[in-house]
C-alpha cells in the first residue's frame, strides 16, 4: 500500500514513533523507536533498524509478523494532535542499521554521532503498510 502525501509529510526524513508487538502470550509490547519510510514502485514500506537482536521486538516479530505503529504529530494548538496509525506485517533482515540509524540521527538528534563508526550491521525491520487511520488527512 502506498501511503498518501500527507502521511509521507509527516514521516518525513525520519520520525519518532510507537511499534506495537506481539508477546508469545499475546499481551503487547510497546517500543519508542526511530522510523523511516522507503516507497517503493508499488508499496511503501517502514523500516526500523536495530543493532542487535536481542531486543525483545526483534524476537516478538520474528515470531509473530503483526505490528502497529503509531507517529504523533507535533502540537498545532489546544486540539487533540494528529497522529497516524499503521498496521503490517514486518519480517526482520540482516544487515544495514548503522546506515539508517546515521540517517534518522541526522534528522532526529543532529550532531549526536550516533551509532558509534564501530558499530554492527545489525538488523532491519521492514513493515508492509496493510491499513491506516488515526486523526489527520491520511485518515479521510
Do not use: C
Not at 502540537?75 to 519480517?91: C, I, M, N, Q
Amino acid at each position: 500500500m502506498k501511503l498518501d502525501e500527507s502521511a509521507r509529510a509527516l514521516i518525513g526524513k525520519g520520525a519518532n514513533a510507537t511499534l506495537v508487538t506481539l508477546n508469545p502470550d499475546g499481551s503487547p509490547q510497546v517500543s519508542v523507536i526511530w522510523v523511516a519510510l522507503q516507497a517503493g514502485e508499488h508499496d511503501d514500506e517502514l523500516v526500523i533498524a536495530h543493532l542487535s537482536d536481542s531486543y525483545r521486538k526483534v524476537r516478538n516479530i520474528r515470531r509473530d509478523g503483526r505490528v502497529a505503529l503509531t507517529v504523533v504529530a507535533d502540537p498545532d494548538g489546544p486540539t487533540l494532535r494528529e497522529y497516524l496509525w499503521v498496521s503490517g506485517t514486518a519480517r526482520i533482515v540482516e544487515g544495514g542499521a548503522p546506515a539508517l540509524l546515521r540517517q534518522l540521527s541526522d534528522v532526529l538528534t543532529p550532531g549526536s554521532g550516533f551509532p558509534p563508526a564501530d558499530a554492527p550491521e545489525g538488523f532491519l525491520t521492514r513493515i508492509t503498510v496493510e491499513k491506516v487511520g488515526g486523526v489527520g488527512p491520511w485518515a479521510q
